[in-house]
């Protein structure tokens, strides 16, 4: 069976290479190729011996997961769903804007968290996905979109705000986050890199030590009894936790600030109390806030808040200095938008085990 490239970083890639008997360089020249160029075929890749581009042929492959549909939205959104095999498929999402292109990257088939108004929770989980098929969606769509007329890849920015919950993947998540970061290979920069959790503590404090990326946290209610109602992981790490793991975070962080991302739910957390609520529940946390317009999915029971609410709702936050955004909802006629994204997953029904482990 050949080996999978995409699944090593830098250090794996070189420690594969002194496997061979070749200079641990070559694993720098390799990514380069991989990642910089977009190429996956040795033979192309000229400064590399023919020998040696023989011997990866024979027993090395560069394979990103099987793209089965792509959607194209009427505001220029792209989603792909990709099979990753055994009747799971994840999706993809990439956000054209001027100045930037975001591609939003899953880390599981299905989560095992269950929030409430998410789509992929409703779906079950299945299992996480390995780093080919991590930093396979970022080379798939760079490679589906071409360069632009700089040269450039079009994607600058990328969200693991998919399908899973990154940290429940840590280990593959990092190691794909690290393929985004290295110099030789797309080179993005910390500040450009977001991981979004629902707050698993542990992994927070991990992730703070191992690859200290941007930081959004799933936060959506302003106290404990209804957090646990939205964010079913909050019973295990409480808001007092969640936030104190926030201010260890910043500690390391690329940013001066954590972003909170706040779905609004009509008569559920948008009311102008539940807004003084959250000024006095994050008043010791630098942060952003990012209110996000429910989008709905079928079986939700749920309703997006009205236009005035959210802006009463903004306005409270913005009184108190706290920098708020309501996020412009794209790609919602092709189910795309924050909270759709679904794909194909066979349950397998592991949310207990997953949440007792705390970090996967």
């Given at each position: 069976m050949q080996q999978n490239l995409l699944d090593f970083d830098a250090h794996a890639l070189a420690a594969y290479f002194t496997e061979m008997g070749e200079k641990p360089?070559?694993?720098?020249?390799?990514?380069?190729?991989?990642?910089?160029?977009?190429?996956?075929?040795?033979?192309?890749?000229t400064d590399i011996a023919a020998a040696l581009r023989d011997k990866l042929a024979q027993g090395a492959c560069i394979a990103t997961p099987e793209i089965v549909r792509e959607e194209l939205s009427d505001d220029g959104t792209r989603k792909w769903l990709l099979n990753v095999g055994t009747g799971n498929a994840v999706e993809t999402v990439y956000i054209p804007e001027e100045t930037r292109g975001t591609l939003c990257v899953s880390s599981q088939a299905g989560c095992a968290l269950d929030c409430a108004f998410c789509s992929t929770g409703k779906q079950g989980f299945n299992r996480n996905l390995g780093v080919a098929e991590i930093i396979g969606q970022l080379w798939w769509a760079n490679h589906r979109l071409g360069k632009n007329a700089d040269g450039n890849w079009p994607i600058s920015n990328v969200v693991m705000m998919g399908m899973g919950e990154p940290l429940l993947n840590f280990d593959n998540t990092v190691s794909a986050l690290r393929l985004m970061l290295?110099?030789?290979?797309?080179?993005?920069?910390?500040?450009?890199?977001?991981?979004?959790?629902?707050g698993i503590v542990p992994a927070m404090d991990r992730l703070r030590e191992e690859c200290p990326v941007a930081l959004a946290v799933s936060l959506h209610a302003p106290n404990d009894k209804l957090r646990d109602?939205?964010?079913?992981?909050?019973?295990?790490?409480?808001?007092?936790?969640?936030?104190?793991a926030c201010q260890r975070y910043l500690e390391r962080a690329p940013r001066d600030f954590i972003t909170f991302e706040y779905v609004m739910l009509d008569g559920v957390n948008d009311t102008v109390q539940h807004a003084h609520e959250?000024?006095?529940?994050?008043?010791?946390v630098p942060c952003k806030f990012n209110l996000i317009p429910f989008n709905p999915f079928p079986q939700s029971h749920y309703r997006r808040s009205r236009p005035d609410a959210i802006q009463h709702f903004r306005d409270v936050l913005m009184s108190a200095d706290i920098v708020t955004t309501t996020r412009k909802t794209r790609g919602d006629d092709i189910a795309a938008a924050c909270g759709q994204l679904a794909g194909q997953v066979q349950d397998k029904t592991k949310r207990t085990l997953q949440r007792s482990m705390g970090v996967a």
């Open positions: 360089f070559r694993a720098r020249q390799l990514m380069r190729w991989i990642y910089r160029e977009g190429e996956s075929d040795f033979a192309a890749m290295d110099d030789h290979a797309y080179g993005l920069s910390r500040r450009r890199v977001t991981v979004s959790t629902s109602q939205l964010v079913p992981i909050n019973q295990k790490y409480p808001l007092k936790e969640l936030l104190a959250l000024v006095r529940l994050v008043c010791d």
